[in-house]
């Protein structure tokens, strides 16, 4: 049973386009919904997070989008990079349990020049 | 800059054998995780703790066992290892929201 889905499984884009990486989730007690990245051949790191009380959250060129009513998040790259090749996980976890997420099943993402 | 290491970073293995992973946390955080990585389920949980002493189930925790015998150190043992437990295996601490994997250990049992 996945409690977290991610779409689409992979994504080719041109370098300069927005990328849009989506996530749903089905346990309305999950709180707190990280991304981390991970780059080829290397662990996952925290990319950006939000929580339940916001619909939006902003780093650079990286944005969250929340929809509680539908569960479900995206998260957005604009002016997309090689750089930002990798493979991209929606993870979620309630309060309750502090820091023990639940990781979607990734989307690998290539930006090509 | 978070620091987890773990060790060996590959392994081959026999089905039937003994295989232990080890972790290392320099951080001083109380909370430590095994996670398993396999192509199109993403990252799932084995077990975890909650400080020295302590481990929980995760989502996954059978053929696993884990142990936590001091705040920085936190080994999964795999007791007789199978060809399905064929995986990369990511350790690691967490404090505040934030989790910080070490680099990985790719385990091969044949």
């Known amino acids: 049973q996945q409690q977290v889905r991610q779409s689409p499984q992979s994504l080719t884009v041109w370098e300069g386009e927005t990328t849009i990486l989506n996530c749903s989730y089905e346990?309305?007690?999950?709180?707190?919904f990280p991304w981390y990245r991970q780059f080829p051949g290397k662990s996952p790191a925290l990319l950006i997070a939000?929580?339940?009380?916001?619909n939006k959250k902003e780093d650079g060129r990286f944005t969250i989008f929340f929809n509680k009513r539908e569960k479900k998040l995206s998260l957005h790259i604009t002016d997309s990079q090689p750089g930002d090749s990798a493979t991209y996980f929606c993870?979620?976890?309630?309060?309750?349990?502090?820091?023990?997420?639940?990781f979607g099943q990734g989307t690998i993402l290539k930006v090509y020049l | 800059e978070a620091a987890v290491t773990q060790s060996p970073r590959n392994k081959v293995a026999v089905t039937g054998g003994k295989v232990t992973l080890s972790c290392n946390q320099t951080?001083?955080?109380?909370?430590m995780y095994w996670y398993r990585q396999d192509t199109g389920h993403g990252l799932r949980l084995i077990h975890y703790?909650?400080?020295?002493?302590?481990?929980e189930k995760g989502d996954i925790p059978d053929g696993y066992k884990a142990s936590r015998p001091s705040q920085e150190n936190f080994s999964l043992i795999l007791e007789l290892a199978t060809p399905s437990q064929t995986s990369v295996y990511f350790c690691?601490?967490?404090?505040?929201?934030?989790?910080?994997f070490g680099a990985g250990t790719r385990l091969s049992v044949l």
């Open positions: 939000i929580s339940l009380v916001s």
């Open positions: 346990d309305s007690t999950f709180d707190y």
């Open positions: 690691a601490s967490g404090q505040k929201n934030t989790l910080y």
């Open positions: 951080n001083n955080h109380n909370n």
């Open positions: 703790s909650y400080g020295a002493g302590s481990t």
């Open positions: 993870a979620a976890s309630t309060a309750s349990s502090g820091q023990k997420l639940v």
